[in-house]
Antibody, heavy 121, light 108 residues
Framework: QVTLRESGPALVKPTQTLTLTCSFS??????????VTWIRQPPGKALEWLAR???????YYSTSLKNRLSISKDTSKNQVVLTMTNMDPVDTATYFC?????????????WGQGTQVTVSS | DIQMTQSPSSLSASVGDRVTITCQAS??????LNWYQQKPGKAPNLLIY???TLEAGVPSRFSGSGSGTDFTFTISSLQPEDNATYYC??????????FGGGTKVEIK
């Protein structure tokens, strides 16, 4: 069965770089048409798309955050890593990784449980 | 970027009621719209994709319709377990992706 799990620091200081890892099982990012996406949700607010990486290595970023984001994959470990630079308190949120339906890129049928990140000095 | 306006932001209804949520796009998006349910402290759950296709395993009381700029999500007979926040989500081929602001559904 498909599972995803996010991991990373619960607390980061302003200006630091955040590194989050999505570990998944039940599918492979070597399979054509597969992709993994990061989405975040500030407390009490709506969901916000951050970045996506496809099976062939193509990367896509939110236009508003693209200068701060980097997404990569390690298919041997079944992991996707997101880094976000220059963290600010407004980046406090729950960060989710999600798998998209094969070939869709943007219809998320499996999600991790999310990891809460607080930005504070 | 395309803006998604979801309404209402919240509603309260009784078990058995028909509930309707709308999502309006700032320009024509075809049928590229999904609907998710999110319960407190949980990840979202896909209910409807491509505007009207019911995800496998999702109860048939949930449905979606629309195309272009105006979309509707309906719960035909509200159940206690439907207490949640519902989000529409648009995507395009750039690719960019936008969620609506959410609709919190409360059971009276």
């Amino acid at each position: 069965q498909v599972t995803l799990r996010e991991s990373g620091p619960a607390l980061v200081k302003p200006t630091q770089t955040l590194t989050l890892t999505c570990s998944f099982s039940g599918f492979s990012l070597n399979t054509g048409g597969m992709s993994v996406t990061w989405i975040r949700q500030p407390p009490g607010k709506a969901l916000e798309w951050l970045a996506r990486i496809d099976w062939d290595g193509d990367r896509y970023y939110s236009t508003s955050l693209k200068n701060r984001l980097s997404i990569s994959k390690d298919t041997s470990k079944n992991q996707v890593v997101l880094t976000m630079t220059n963290m600010d308190p407004v980046d406090t949120a729950t960060y989710f990784c999600a798998r998209a339906k094969r070939g869709s890129g943007a219809t998320f049928d499996y999600w991790g449980q999310g990891t809460q990140v607080t930005v504070s000095s | 970027d395309i803006q998604m306006t979801q309404s209402p932001s919240s509603l309260s209804a009784s078990v058995g009621d028909r509930v309707t949520i709308t999502c309006q796009a700032s320009r024509d998006i075809g049928y590229f719209l999904n609907w998710y349910q999110q319960k407190p402290g949980k990840a979202p759950n896909l209910l409807i994709y491509e505007a009207s296709t019911l995800e496998a395993g999702v109860p048939s009381r949930f449905s979606g319709s629309g195309s272009g700029t105006d979309f509707t999500f309906t719960i035909s007979s509200l159940q206690p377990e439907d207490n949640a926040t519902y989000y529409c989500q648009h995507y395009d081929n750039l690719p960019q992706l936008t969620f609506g602001g959410g609709t919190k559904v409360e059971i009276k």
